[in-house]
C-alpha cells in the first residue's frame, strides 16, 4: 500500500504519541509499504535524527499567526516559509508551551473547522501535497487533526482515512469555554468524513466512543507496541538495587509529586533496606515547577542522598535507567488512554504498580506485570509498593511474565500487524 502519515511533533521533547506513530511507520516500512511521513505544526523529536531535514506542514506559528491575525491568512507562500523553518519552530517550542491548552482553544477550534476555519491557507498547501502524494491510505496521528478529512475525502474520494485516537479527551476537557464544548461539536462532525477510528485500548474506545456517539463500525481497537531494539529479553531479574523509578513527562497530571511522597512515607517505615527513588522522563514547558516542588520535598525529608533525578534521556540512556529499577510506578492522576512507559518497564525487567483506573487495569491484565493499587490512595499504593519490593520472588515473577507478555504481544511488529489488519478491513 501507498501510506501517507501526518504526525504532529512537539517541537522541544519526547513523547510517547509520537513515538508510537513512528514505530507504527518503521514497522509498516519493514512490512514492505511505501509509507511518508509528513510532520505537522512543529518538528518530530524521535530517537533518532530521521526526520530533522523534514518540511513542517501547517506550521505551529503560521498557524498561530492566521488565527490571531487575519492579515497573515493572505501571505505569500515564500512569507511563511520563514515562520516554518525547523530551527525556529524548535526554538519556540522550547521557550513557550505551543501546545497549552489554555492558549490554544481558539487555535484548536479554528483547526477543527478545518476548510472553513482561520488556518485554511496551510490546510490547502498540505492538501495539495497530499493530492501529489496521491496514498491509498491517509493515517492521521490524533483526532484533533480531523479536520481535514472533508477536504480531502472531496479532493481524494477513494483515499481511506484513519484516525488513531490517544489522550484528545484529556486535551479538549482542559480548553476553556466556549473553544471545549465548541471543539468537541466540531470533532463530532468529523466523524462522517473519516473511514475508521483506531483507539490505542478499550478503555479509551468506550470514552471516545461514549463522548462521540460513534458506531462500533468506526472502531477498531489497536494496542500500542513499541520498538523493541536494545531491550534484552534474556537479562538477569536478580540482583538489582531497591530503586523505585518514574518515567514519563514531568508534569503535576503524571502523579510525580504523588511518588515522591509515598517514597517519603516509605523511607519512614524503613521496612525496604536502601530504597531509593529515580526520576527521569521529558522536561517540558512548565516541567521545572513540578521539579522544583520534587526537590524541595526530598531535601525537606533530608532524603537527597537517595533521589536523583534525569531529563531527555536518549534512547539508549532510557533503556540502561530502566533496567536498573526493581519497580516503576506512575501514579498518573487523569484518564491515560495507554501509558507506553508501563511497557517499557516491563521489556526492560521492572515491575511496575499502577493506579487501578484507565488503561492500566487492561495492561496489567493483559501482561501479569505488576499491581494495582487504589487511586488516590496513598496509603494503598505504599502498601503494593512495600509488597513488591519486600517479595522478591514475586517481583521477579512479575516482571518475567510481564517481559515476556510485551515481547511476545506488545512489540513493534505485533502492532503493525494488527493496525494493518485493522484498515484493510
Known amino acids: 500500500m501507498k501510506i501517507v502519515y501526518l504526525i504532529a511533533g512537539t517541537g522541544s521533547y519526547y513523547c510517547g504519541t509520537c513515538m508510537r506513530d513512528y514505530a507504527l511507520v518503521q514497522g509498516m516500512r519493514e512490512a514492505g509499504h ?3 511521513v509528513l510532520p505537522m505544526y512543529l ?4 530517537e533518532n535524527d530521521e526526520m530533522k531535514d523534514s518540511p513542517i506542514y501547517v506550521g505551529g506559528i503560521n498557524a498561530y499567526l492566521q488565527v490571531k491575525c487575519a492579515l497573515f491568512r493572505y501571505t505569500p507562500l515564500w512569507f511563511d516559509r520563514l515562520f516554518d523553518q525547523q530551527w525556529l519552530l524548535r526554538k519556540v517550542a522550547g521557550k513557550a508551551d505551543m501546545t497549552s491548552p489554555k492558549d490554544l482553544g481558539k487555535t484548536s477550534l479554528e483547526i477543527l473547522r478545518g476548510e472553513a476555519g482561520a488556518t485554511r491557507k496551510s490546510l490547502k498547501q498540505l492538501l495539495r501535497e497530499l493530492v501529489k502524494l496521491n496514498p491509498q491510505v491517509l493515517c492521521i496521528s490524533n483526532a484533533l487533526l480531523s479536520g481535514l478529512a472533508k477536504s480531502i475525502k472531496k479532493a481524494l474520494p477513494d483515499t481511506r482515512i484513519i484516525v488513531s485516537l490517544h489522550g ?4 479538549l476537557d482542559s480548553l476553556p469555554e466556549p473553544f471545549k464544548q465548541e471543539c ?3 470533532l463530532k462532525a468529523c466523524i462522517q468524513h473519516v473511514d475508521l ?4 485500548s478499550e478503555y479509551y474506545k468506550g470514552i471516545m466512543q461514549e463522548r462521540l456517539d460513534m458506531p462500533d463500525s468506526k472502531l477498531i481497537m489497536v494496542h500500542n507496541g513499541i520498538d523493541l531494539s536494545g531491550f534484552d529479553e534474556n537479562k538477569d531479574l536478580n540482583n538489582r538495587e531497591n530503586k523505585l523509578g518514574f518515567l514519563t513527562q514531568l508534569i503535576y497530571g503524571k502523579g510525580l509529586i504523588d511518588l515522591v511522597e509515598a517514597f517519603i512515607k516509605l523511607k519512614k517505615r524503613q521496612k525496604i533496606d536502601g530504597l531509593s527513588l529515580a526520576i527521569a522522563g521529558a522536561r517540558v514547558p512548565g516541567s521545572q515547577k513540578v521539579i522544583d516542588e520534587a526537590q524541595s520535598l526530598v531535601q525537606e525529608a533530608g532524603l537527597e542522598a537517595d533521589f536523583s533525578i534525569q531529563t531527555n534521556l536518549t534512547r539508549n540512556e532510557k533503556i540502561e535507567f530502566l533496567q536498573s529499577l526493581k519497580v516503576l510506578s506512575v501514579p498518573a492522576t487523569y484518564g491515560e488512554s495507554f501509558g507506553l512507559y508501563v511497557l517499557e518497564a516491563l521489556a526492560a525487567g521492572a515491575a511496575v504498580v499502577q493506579p487501578n483506573h484507565a488503561a492500566f487495569p487492561e495492561l496489567i491484565k493483559a501482561t501479569n506485570g505488576g499491581l494495582l493499587y487504589a487511586p488516590n490512595d496513598q496509603d494503598d499504593h505504599c502498601e503494593k509498593l512495600e509488597s513488591i519490593f519486600l517479595d522478591d520472588s514475586m517481583r521477579c515473577e512479575m516482571a518475567g511474565q510481564g517481559r515476556r507478555h510485551v ?3 506488545f512489540s513493534q511488529s505485533a502492532m503493525t500487524a494488527n493496525f494493518l489488519k ?4
Do not use: H, R
Request: hydrophobic fraction near 50%.
Open 43 to 46: 518538528p518530530l523529536v524521535l
Open 422 to 425: 485493522a484498515i484493510e478491513s
Open 34 to 36: 511505501s509509507v511518508e
Open 407 to 409: 515481547f511476545q504481544y
Open 197 to 200: 477510528f483506531v483507539p490505542v
Open 184 to 186: 468537541w461539536s466540531e
Open 168 to 171: 484528545e479527551d484529556t486535551f
